[in-house]
T-cell receptor, first 112, second 110 residues
Framework: SAVISQKPSRDICQRGTSLTIQCQVD?????MFWYRQQPGQSLTLIAT?????????ESGFVIDKFPISRPNLTFSTLTVSNMSPEDSSIYLC?????????FGSGTQLSVL | GQNIDQPTEMTATEGAIVQINCTYQ??????LFWYQQHAGEAPTFLSY????GLEEKGRFSSFLSRSKGYSYLLLKELQMKDSASYLC???????????FGKGTRLHILP
């Protein structure tokens, strides 16, 4: 099984700033995804992180707001740009391998 | 498009059996996952079904019917620690992405 290290685990940020979340997988995964989870709700897919190319975004999410990088098979970053209080949420990275979706421990973001 | 439905909440008694249903309509289908999530924690893997039928893993079993777009998670001999949210997720082969249902919050009563 894969272990995904995600950091930071939490942060409190000011409106208008940006935060970059990093995920490192300890083994190769075929796909990596970024999800958002609002309090008391399920996971919403933000985008699929594609190795060496632009991420594939879901409806309602755009690259200017959530730029994503995946320079190799085991590392990805998500930036939350120009933050507003509405961006306060938990952000989860995940990797697909061996027909299992593994998750990082999540980043709890609060925007003031 | 995609649509994944699960009941919002369920309540069961310690020691009993509960079945959590999930129906889906998606453009393309590879398989279906079930995850357990306790409050404040990341989801943990329970099962992955690709073929029709029932797969059993200890107290937890998962069933899939591809033709009906239907799955269920069966939890036996319920324990208090089973109080959690249970998430159904579909791996769509058309866009190669994994979409989650809204989750079912399971409450276990002593």
């Amino acid at each position: 099984s894969a272990v995904i290290s995600q950091k930071p685990s939490r942060d409190i940020c000011q409106r208008g700033t940006s935060l970059t979340i990093q995920c490192q997988v300890d083994s190769q995964v075929t796909m990596m995804f970024w999800y958002r989870q609002q309090p008391g709700q399920s996971l919403t897919l933000i985008a699929t992180a594609n190795q060496g190319s632009e991420a594939t975004y879901e409806s309602g999410f755009v690259i200017d707001k959530f730029p994503i990088s995946r320079p190799n098979l085991t590392f990805s970053t998500l930036t939350v740009s120009n933050m507003s209080p509405e961006d306060s949420s938990i952000y989860l990275c995940s990797g697909l391998g061996d027909e299992k979706l593994f998750f990082g421990s999540g980043t709890q973001l609060s925007v003031l | 498009g995609q649509n994944i439905d699960q009941p919002t909440e369920m309540t069961a008694t310690e020691g009993a059996i509960v079945q959590i249903n999930c129906t889906y309509q998606t453009s393309g289908f590879n398989g279906l996952f079930w995850y357990q999530q306790h409050a404040g924690e990341a989801p943990t893997f329970l099962s992955y079904n690709v073929l029709d039928g029932l797969e059993e893993k200890g107290r937890f079993s998962s069933f899939l019917s591809r033709s009906k777009g239907y799955s269920y998670l069966l939890l036996k001999e319920l324990q208090m620690k089973d109080s959690a949210s249970y998430l159904c997720a579909v791996w769509m082969n058309r866009d190669d992405k994994i979409i989650f249902g809204k989750g079912t919050r399971l409450h276990i009563l002593p």
